[in-house]
């Protein structure tokens, strides 16, 4: 961009024409009105603003949505809101008007700038969502949680939570029931942190991590109430279970193992605390590179009931 440079400027700025003082009048030209045209057209391009002429508000509308995130709303303080069956996905999600479904509630997570400020998502106590959770890709400017309550549950027939493309946010205290995959899984680089969480029946794993995805439940105390294939099954990635407290609801069976390891990256299970009646099935399986450590977890495992495990193609197990 430029200031205007055509005869009879003064000092690079616009002024009134008076003869009487031998000041000419400033010759408007294309190449000064093109420049800044195209400069203001630039700023709508940015933002995502289609010109249209005769709307006043264009260059208001495309600075504004440039300076609050590119047209996300920007939170300015800690949120909490609201999903209950009574509710509406049209409502604005507050506990007065709450939404309808997880998924609505993941999605207005998605279009917002966090700020750097926490939303907690608040699943209603007591009711059963029948769809999942799927966050695909990362939150801008912070991570969310999906708080539940006394008898929240998520059954659905596919994955009750999906974490992916960098997407980074926590669940709690609710059930996860899945007829036809896992109750948590984790991909492509995104993290899910858990607590407080019952683990129902799963058709596949628990939890299950792939391609640099990674499950975090550092310190956290939760049940295990239905069977599943595996328990924690990390393709690549890495699962962490810290000095978690697992009390078993039932004996419970894993049919190929509690834990298993299929690729690189590691299932980390130090100080394991059972409760509840013994399991069925194999402690471990690591296989392809994968290296599931139990830091001396391993007669804690055994004595919850698994048997020996087993490991190849280069999988470790300590």
């Given amino acids: 961009m430029h200031r205007i440079d055509t005869p009879n400027n003064v000092g690079g700025l616009f002024a009134d024409p008076d003869p009487l003082h031998g000041q000419g009048k400033v010759v408007l030209d294309a190449a000064w009105a093109n420049d800044v045209q195209e400069n203001i057209m630039a700023v709508l391009a940015a933002a995502g603003v289609a010109p249209v002429k005769g709307d ?170 239905g069977d599943a294939t595996y328990h924690a099954r990390m393709g690549s990635g890495d699962i962490v279970l810290n000095t978690a407290a697992i009390a078993m609801s039932g004996a419970r069976t894993f049919a190929d193992a509690f834990l298993q390891g299929d690729g690189p990256g590691t299932i980390f299970v130090q100080s394991l605390v059972f409760s509840g009646p013994a399991a069925t099935g194999p402690a471990y399986s690591s296989n392809n590179g994968a290296f599931v450590n139990s830091d001396g977890t391993m007669a804690a495992i055994l004595a919850a009931g698994f048997s020996a495990g087993s490991v190849s193609n280069g999988g470790l197990w300590d």
């Fill in 56 to 225: 006043y508000d264009n260059l208001r509308d495309a600075i504004l949505a440039l300076i609050t995130g590119g047209g996300r709303q920007r939170m300015l303080a800690n949120t909490t809101f609201y999903v209950d069956l009574g509710g509406l996905d049209t409502n604005d999600g507050s506990v007065g008007a709450p939404w309808l479904t997880p998924q609505h509630a993941a999605n207005v997570l998605m279009g917002l700038d966090l700020n750097g400020f926490t939303p907690t998502v608040d699943l209603a106590a007591g009711q059963t969502f029948t769809g999942g959770i799927t966050i695909d890709q990362p939150l801008i400017g912070g991570a969310a949680i999906f708080q539940g309550g006394a008898g929240t549950e998520i059954d659905t027939a596919g994955t009750c939570v999906t974490a992916a493309n960098g997407a980074i946010f926590t669940v709690k205290d609710t059930k996860l029931i899945s007829t036809g995959g896992n109750g948590i899984t984790s991909e492509l680089g995104a993290v899910v942190t858990f607590d407080g969480l019952d683990f129902g029946a799963c058709a596949s794993a628990h939890m299950s991590t792939r391609w640099g995805g990674r499950i975090r439940g550092d310190g956290s105390a939760y049940t295990v109430s």
